[in-house]
């Protein structure tokens, strides 16, 4: 009931923002893996405000979130293995367009190591979609858009729901 509760919630804030909230963002990782048990969350700007909204849209959805905070381009590989070895993330999320640190070296590192272990990489532009990730999200003439590579989709095995949306738009790449 609260998932039901929690997408007419997510459903309705969508056609009235502008912008993608973190709820909605995991509300659509769950869309695309319906089995959904674990989200790895990299940035190295997030605040404790912006971690506990994460966590909150998370336990919503009854989703884990494990955020990991970089400081250091050398981090990326620990924090990464940490993620993957011992909170077994299924799904990784950059959510930050603005985070030069993991966008950059740590973009080319995640991109081959998430499809290595059969990771989704959940990106914050359409642009590294087509650069090797899997899934990217925005608002697009007022509906929810989720481009998705489909070359690295079928790798980490991940379907696009077959069921029509009249308010999220699944485009491949």
């Not at 459903?11 to 009235?16: H, I, K, R, Y």
């Not at 989703?63 to 981090?75: P, S």
């Amino acid at each position: 009931m609260a998932v039901v509760i929690a997408f007419f919630f997510i459903l309705a804030n969508a056609m009235s923002q502008t912008k993608v909230t973190y709820g909605q963002y995991m509300y659509l990782m769950k869309s695309l893996k319906p089995s959904l048990k674990n989200i790895g969350v990299m940035a190295s700007a997030l605040t404790p405000e912006e971690i506990a909204s994460l966590g909150r849209a998370a336990n919503g959805l009854g989703v884990k979130l494990i955020a990991a905070k970089v400081t250091d381009v050398r981090d990326i590989s620990s924090l990464y293995r940490r993620l993957v070895d011992e909170h077994k993330v299924e799904i990784l999320w950059i959510p930050d367009g603005e985070d030069k640190l993991l966008l950059g070296v740590g973009f080319e590192y995640l991109r081959e190591n998430t499809i290595l272990d059969r990771i989704g990489l959940c990106v914050p532009s359409r642009e590294l979609v087509s650069a090797g990730a899997l899934c990217s999200f925005e608002r697009l003439n007022g509906k929810l858009a989720v481009y998705v590579n489909q070359q690295v989709a079928e790798v980490v095995g991940i379907n696009l729901p077959s069921e029509k949306s009249a308010s999220i738009a699944y485009i491949v790449h």
